[in-house]
């Protein structure tokens, strides 16, 4: 697994944004897969204005979201389907017919699961994921002990989760169970991008990349890929490598 040390959030997500750039400026129909949360939100800002800026065609793009909280709608804020329209999808003006995400308040979420799937089937797989980590090593939500022969899945959600999640909403919010893209999915991606930023994330980048490959810390899983890349700051690197 190749390893980029940045000096900081700001020219890691640069980065990102170029390779995700690069990759729609040779392979316009290409296939996304982004995520919410903390870290991914500089990159989605700069990618909207580098795309504006130089007029790079996103509208044959085929995007899916990584994952969703089961019980919180679409307009809440937190919700995993608002990070992507109000940062990347709306700005972009992507159309409906070429974005994927789940729906945490459907009846029947195995459908759910299903119609990711078929999906990205459909697509032809996914050219590139871009994911970041969860303070317990999780991908997505992909949660310690989950099988890597998973494609997606709901799953219920560690303590760790609930709690360090409560940061995305305006009020505490009960939170349970998650649907999520699998990390089969992730193993047979073209090529993978973990993003990590900031001291808080220092302890579980040394853990993922110096620990044995465990399920037990799925990001360890992402090692075995072919072509993955870890992409964090000095900060979040400040332990990797040091005994
Ligand atoms: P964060 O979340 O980007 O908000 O830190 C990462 C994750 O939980 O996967």
């Given at each position: ?15 990102v944004?170029?390779e995700i750039a690069?990759l729609v400026?040779?392979k316009p129909d290409a296939v996304i897969c982004l995520p919410?949360?903390?870290?991914p939100?500089?990159t989605c800002?700069?990618l ?10 996103f509208?044959r793009v085929t995007f899916f979201g990584l ?17 992507f329209?109000?940062?990347v999808f709306?700005?972009l003006?992507i159309?409906?017919?070429k974005i994927h ?19 990205i089937?459909?697509a032809?797989g996914i050219d590139l994921m871009l ?58 991606s073209k090529r993978v991008l ?50």
């Open positions: 697994m190749q390893t980029c040390i940045f000096k900081d959030y700001q020219s890691l997500s640069i980065k944004v170029q690069q400026i040779t919410s949360g903390e870290t939100r500089l800002t700069l909207v204005e580098k795309a504006h800026a130089e007029k790079i065609d509208s994952d969703e909280w089961i019980g919180i709608p679409p307009q809440n804020e937190g919700s995993g389907n608002y990070f329209y109000s940062n709306a700005p003006k159309a409906r017919a995400l789940f729906d945490g308040m459907a009846d029947d979420l195995s459908n759910e699961c299903r119609k990711m799937d078929l999906a089937a459909a032809g994911v970041g980590i969860g303070m317990n090593g999780h991908i997505g939500f992909n949660e310690p002990g989950t099988s890597p022969n998973y494609y997606s899945h709901v799953i219920d959600l560690d303590k760790i989760t609930t709690s360090v999640g409560q940061k995305y909403f305006k009020q505490a919010t009960v939170l349970g169970k998650g649907i999520t893209i699998g990390l089969k999915h992730l193993l047979e973990v993003i990590a930023n900031g001291i808080k994330k220092a302890n579980i980048i040394k853990k993922m990349m110096e620990e044995e490959i465990s399920e037990m810390l799925p990001a360890s899983i992402v090692r075995k890929h072919f072509n993955a890349a870890l992409m964090i700051d000095e900060e979040a690197a400040s332990l990797y490598g040091k005994y």
